[in-house]
């Protein structure tokens, strides 16, 4: 079965700096892979998915991540966060052979954006 | 307008109470979810369904019932609450053949005591 892994619970970071968010899946043949972000008292918002083409994803505000299929990873980037950057961060998987739309999450990166 | 809503928003219920948590959506997708969110554990899925005849287990499921009353509604029930149920939780849709992108409501705070 497939499984994520997202190593950083928290992430402290100062405004204007770059920030990676790391996520990790178990191997398959292929797989889709979804990153989330929930702000405080929010349902999940999509923040970028990759599907199959192009392994640099570009998603909504400024954010990025690359599929790297021989690390089995998609991490995430943004060059300079901000302050409304802070949020819950998750990464998700899906398998597109069972044709379920099932994601299978990851525990989630909370990302702290001080000034 | 919210395209996928939930009611209540919050609830506070006793153990042993029958609760029922419901979700509707305007998007016109096929495919609806509820996953609970706890603290350190992500999202973990309950229940989904393909359509009003279509409804599967998720990872879950014990302790959860679901009624698709419609296409565009889908509740979640807790026949009898009990404290590790206390958590947030999530209704969500998708579109058939939409590649996984699912849409999720703004959750249902639930604290059983």
């Known amino acids: 079965a497939q499984s994520v892994t997202q190593l950083d619970s928290q992430v402290p970071v100062f405004e204007e700096a770059p920030v990676e968010l790391r996520c990790n899946y178990s191997s398959s043949v292929s797989v889709y892979l979804f990153w989330y972000v929930q702000y405080p008292n929010q349902g999940l918002q999509l923040l970028l998915k990759y599907l199959s083409g192009s392994t640099l994803v570009k998603g909504i505000n400024g954010f990025e991540a690359e599929f790297n299929k021989s690390q089995t990873s998609f991490h995430l980037r943004k060059p300079s966060v901000h302050i409304s950057d802070t949020a819950e961060y998750f990464c998700a998987v899906s398998d597109p052979a069972y044709n379920t739309d099932k994601l299978i999450f990851g525990t989630g990166t909370r990302l702290q954006v001080f000034p | 307008d919210a395209d996928v809503t939930q009611t209540p928003r919050n609830r506070i219920t006793k153990t042993g109470k029958r609760i029922m948590l419901e979700c509707s959506q305007t998007?016109?997708?096929?495919?609806m979810y509820w996953y609970r969110q706890d603290p350190g554990l992500g999202l973990r899925l309950i229940y989904y369904?393909?359509?009003?005849?279509?409804?599967n287990k998720g990872e879950i499921s014990d302790g959860y019932s679901v009624s698709r009353q419609a296409q565009a509604k889908f509740s979640l029930s807790l026949e009898s609450a009990i404290p590790n149920q206390t958590a947030l939780y999530f209704c969500?849709?998708?579109?058939?053949?939409?590649?996984?992108?699912?849409?999720f409501g703004p959750g249902t705070r639930l604290l059983v005591l």
């Open positions: 969500a849709t998708s579109e058939s053949g939409g590649a996984g992108t699912q849409y």
């Open positions: 369904s393909f359509d009003v005849k279509d409804i």
């Open positions: 998007k016109g997708h096929d495919r």
